[in-house]
T-cell receptor, first 113, second 111 residues
């Protein structure tokens, strides 16, 4: 199936731990994103990569570090997790040229306890 | 940067009625406006989009209108059904391929 896939789907961890979320797309898209959806459902962009190059880095604590080993993969590593990091994290991708919407992954629900 | 406002935050309609959700944007350079539907526990999914050279687009029971002069766009759902119940997000594409989302509208269709 062509898709944007994220792992894991659920992540429960203690404060202070370090965790990673992985994302892969097989749509041939050039640009990938990380969005955070908080408890009020607001979708806020965190990072964007175009063909392995970081192009958007919003005001995100430097405990969050994205990594793109190739244009089909974008991972998110979070150090020293805090309670406020609890949210659903969505990966998304889109074609580079032209105006097209994003295809979202299924999301990772992160709960920090 | 772009700012997108969306209204109403919640909307309840009777099955069969129409629903309208409105959004305004701030950046006159934005030229692409998608709408997403997110069911509970699921990913946002693109349901319709409109580009700035078009004023209206329709796909079966859903339609989107765009007024570039006033910088607002709207989603219209006719003959609503219970399965239309979800959170709907509007968005505007800022320069650099970044989508800025509205805060979302919870639509409840009562049968």
């Amino acid at each position: 199936d062509t898709a944007v896939s994220q792992t894991p789907k659920y992540l429960v961890t203690q404060m202070g731990n370090d965790k990673s979320i992985k994302c892969e797309q097989n749509l041939g898209h050039d640009t990938m994103y990380w969005y955070k959806q908080d408890s009020k459902k607001f979708l806020k962009i965190m990072f964007s990569y175009n063909n392995k190059e970081l192009i958007i880095n919003e005001t995100v604590p430097n405990r969050f570090s994205p990594k793109s080993p190739d244009k089909a993969h974008l991972n998110l590593h979070i150090n020293s997790l805090e309670l406020g990091d609890s949210a659903v994290y969505f990966c998304a991708s889109t074609r580079d040229r032209g105006n097209y919407g994003y295809t979202f992954g299924s999301g990772t629900r992160l709960t920090v306890v | 940067g772009e700012n997108v406002e969306q209204h109403p935050s919640t909307l309840s309609v009777q099955e069969g009625d129409s629903a309208v959700i409105k959004c305004t944007y701030s950046d006159s350079a934005s030229n692409y406006f998608p709408w997403y539907k997110q069911e509970l526990g699921k990913r946002p999914q693109l349901i319709i989009d409109i580009r700035s050279n078009v004023g209206e687009k329709k796909d079966q029971r859903i339609a989107v209108t765009l007024n570039k002069t006033a910088k607002h766009f709207s989603l219209h759902i006719t003959e609503t059904q219970p399965e239309d119940s979800a959170v709907y997000f509007c968005a505007a594409k800022e320069y650099g391929n970044k989508l800025v989302f509205g805060a979302g509208t919870i639509l409840r269709v009562k049968s």
